[in-house]
């Protein structure tokens, strides 16, 4: 960087000299006689430039005889040679005088602040937040594991991590992410870490906030069970399961082979994602039948023993997906992976650019509906909500 700033103040300097060599040019060409004698002209230039940083000048007569010059004739010296006189000595003595002090001046470093400051809560379990700490090392994440510590020492820390600024101005966003997609979807654990996740807020968002407000706060839930009790906290609440169902989906669209689709999962989540993109899957757990096998199982070494099986089996490589949430899955180098740490990274990326651009999060959320469908589904006892956040479209 030393090395460019130099450069460029050299470059500076020696247009510098060129416009004072310029102005002594025309000074010249003034002084004389027509036709105009270019080879004087050029000598009258060129050796009063450095004498014009002192304000002197070499005179015609001089320069002649140095250059071994004939005589040259001269016209009256008249105002306009006064002032292209002093438009040289002014160029000269401010402009390269003060590139040639400025050469040794260390260049200032301007430090930008990012244009966001995102603290990350999450569980012991979390995925994500590791995938994004190593994918994003050069934005400011804060990643806090909220059973880590006391509330109040988390809300310590939360507080002076988000105040330090290395400029005076701030103009940065305060976003909150929480991630909850690795939380199993059980009705009161989702609602009991929720709890404790408004609590670590208070100080940031409510009517008892006492530190910096929060600009948006994102969570990424795991079902959606976990939707329906975080609305009431989150800004934009992002279905990990619907994130999911849609890029599978989009998987099967483009598949070449329309073939049947078999799903080996420990739950129904992705089963249902699939049917609101009116893709009917079939559940085959144990069963390896010809076909696009997509591979969902929590337990790691039972997912691998599936893969393998499908490929015992006759089943191609390229027609088995495997569903993976942790990163210590190891599975066949042929295999397809669908990454869910990956797309939910994604996901929260494009909120955040969003957020960056001065979107209102009513209308981020609205964005999510309209590309992974309602928010809420059909739970039992509880049906489609006609609201904003799962108007049928």
Known sequence: MM?????????????????????????ACVLCKKPVPVRFAFRFAMHNVFPSVVWRTFEPNLV????????????????????????????????????????????????????????RLSSEESNLTNYSIKTHENEKILPITW???????????????????????????????????SIAS?????????????????????PEAYSRHTDAIVIAVA?????????????????AS????????????????????????SNSLLAQGLLQDNIVAKAGYDTIEPGLHLIDIDDNDECC??????????IPAKYIYCIQRTTDLTLPSNVNVIEVSQLLDQELAIIRAQLRCGIPSSIIQDNIRDKYGPLTTL?????????????LM
């Not at 008249?78 to 590139?99: F, M, N, T």
Request: aromatic letters at 4%; hydrophobic letters at 45%.
């Open 3 to 27: 090395d460019d700033a130099i450069s460029s103040r050299a470059s500076a300097g020696l247009v510098t000299m060129s416009a004072v060599a310029l102005l002594g040019f025309v000074e």
């Open 64 to 119: 002649s005889k140095a250059a071994k010059l004939s005589h040259v004739a001269l016209n009256e010296h008249g105002i306009l040679v006064e002032y292209l006189r002093a438009a040289r000595y002014i160029v000269a003595s401010y402009g390269l005088l003060h590139q040639l002090l400025m050469m040794n001046a260390t260049p200032l470093e301007i430090k930008r602040e990012p244009a966001q400051r995102v603290i």
């Open 147 to 181: 059973s880590s510590a006391p509330r109040e020492q988390l809300q310590m820390r939360m507080n002076d991590w988000c105040l330090k600024h290395d400029s005076l101005l701030r103009n940065d966003l305060l976003i909150v992410e929480v991630d909850l997609s």
């Open 186 to 206: 059980n009705r009161d654990i989702v609602i009991n870490e929720i709890n404790t996740i408004q609590g670590l807020l208070q100080p940031f968002r409510g």
């Open 223 to 239: 079902s959606s069970w976990s939707a329906l009790s975080a609305l009431n906290v989150a800004d934009i609440v992002l279905n």
């Open 242 to 265: 619907s994130v999911l169902s849609a890029e599978v989906a989009r998987i099967i669209r483009l598949s070449e082979d329309k073939k049947d689709v078999w799903i080996h999962a």
């Open 305 to 314: 023993q599936h893969v393998q099986s499908a490929l015992d089996q006759g």
């Open 379 to 391: 739970l039992e006892d509880i049906p489609y909500r006609r609201d904003r956040l799962s108007v």
